[in-house]
């Protein structure tokens, strides 16, 4: 394990190229994903076919040789394992039953039951093992709890959290009852994944910039510290990368708390400020722009190049700085490799 590129990085060894990944790497811009897609019927059947979902993990893997896999799924399948009605709508995204007031938390079901439903995730991670080159490594993800919770008080997602926002002022307790529920949910899903075989963990909180500062500690760093906790009382070797979205100056507080081996950077910060301040704590992932991959040229390969020199003095793990798009040109991506290594 020791000798994946990927792993040593979260190790905190600095390499001389940076493994490469990136966020929805397989997706709606490959062609071969949109076959796949379309062969399995759905979005939600799709992710819950063990055997379609790992051909679509695999699949950026043929194209591209990127140094690691992460697992196709949803960050919206716990709250549907949880008894959430989910659905997704073409060109719309998700839509969710609604949690507004406590009845409606009442109604979801027991954290150990879960697994009734996220069983075929469990089996997908088993087939991807099997499957992935030796030094690849999977990565195995959930949502965090407050984004997940921000979908299941909208019922969608919105632009500024105010559903959930309102509820976290509003009603305090029932929001709170959601948080500690989704986070139970989450350690348990996400352990499921590493006995199943998931080398690395990631936490994606997509909406934590949303979030006031005043209430940042207590609603995204402390249930991102329980999970890492919990994860790391079972499996201490396992890595676990954390992506606190638009959090600002709220990086390093979420850093030095939770204490992941590594965070991911969104395309607003600063290298020059993350390499000072962060790397010397721990692994950076990021954080190119995902419009660059629309753009290709020139501009492309200087910012790619930009971002292997801005965190080349500490341990990096080259990504994009939030996920790529499907309008993005899979030439591009060939384009960003050669960019990164050379």
């Known amino acids: 394990m020791t000798e994946k590129p990927l792993l040593r990085a979260l190790k905190g060894e600095t390499l001389p190229v940076p493994p490469v990944w990136m966020m929805r790497q397989a997706g709606r811009y490959l062609p071969e ?14 992710c819950y076919n063990p055997e379609l979902a790992a051909e ?4 950026p893997l043929r194209r591209y040789s990127f140094d690691a896999a992460i697992l196709f799924a949803d960050i919206l399948l716990v709250p549907q394992a949880l008894g959430a009605d989910l659905t997704f709508v073409q060109g719309e995204g998700p839509r969710l039953s ?17 697994d009734e439903v996220l069983s075929p995730i ?4 088993k087939l991807l093992r099997r499957e992935l080159p030796a030094d690849v490594p999977l990565i195995g993800f959930a949502g965090a709890p407050w984004t997940v919770a921000t979908y299941m008080i909208a019922g969608k997602g919105t632009p500024d959290q105010a559903p959930a926002r309102r509820m976290m002022y509003g009603d305090p307790a029932t929001f709170e009852a959601l948080l500690d529920r989704i986070t139970e ?30 209430v940042f ?10 999970i890492v906790d919990s994860i790391r009382a079972k499996h201490p070797d396992v890595p676990i990368i954390g992506f606190p979205r638009m959090a600002g100056g709220n990086y390093l507080p979420y850093v030095q708390a939770t204490g992941v081996q590594c965070v991911a950077l969104d395309t607003s ?3 020059a400020w993350a390499a000072r301040e962060l790397q010397p704590h721990t692994c950076v992932q990021g954080n190119l722009d995902p419009l660059l991959l629309v753009q290709g040229g020139d501009a492309l390969t200087k ?19 939030h996920g790529i798009t499907p309008d993005a040109d899979p030439d591009n991506v060939h384009r960003m490799l050669e960019a990164v290594r050379g």
Do not use: C, M
């Not at 679509?56 to 699949?59: F, G, P, S």
């Not at 469990?122 to 991670?125: L, P």
């Open 217 to 226: 500690a207590k609603y995204a760093i402390a249930p991102a510290k329980r």
């Open 185 to 214: 949910a989450t350690i348990h899903y996400l352990l499921q994944q590493i006995d199943a075989g998931a080398e690395v963990v990631k936490l994606f909180d997509s909406w934590a910039g949303a979030l006031p500062g005043p």
């Open 98 to 114: 609604t949690i507004t007031r406590a009845a409606d938390l009442a109604k979801l079901g027991p954290v150990e039951d879960i």
């Open 56 to 59: 679509v993990t695999l699949q």
């Open 269 to 271: 910060v600063d290298p």
């Open 33 to 46: 994903y949109r076959s796949t897609r379309a062969q399995a019927g759905s979005f939600l059947d799709l």
């Open 303 to 321: 910012a790619a190049k930009a971002v292997v020199k801005g965190f080349s003095g500490g341990p990096h793990i080259f990504n994009l700085g």
């Open 122 to 125: 469990y089996e997908t991670v």
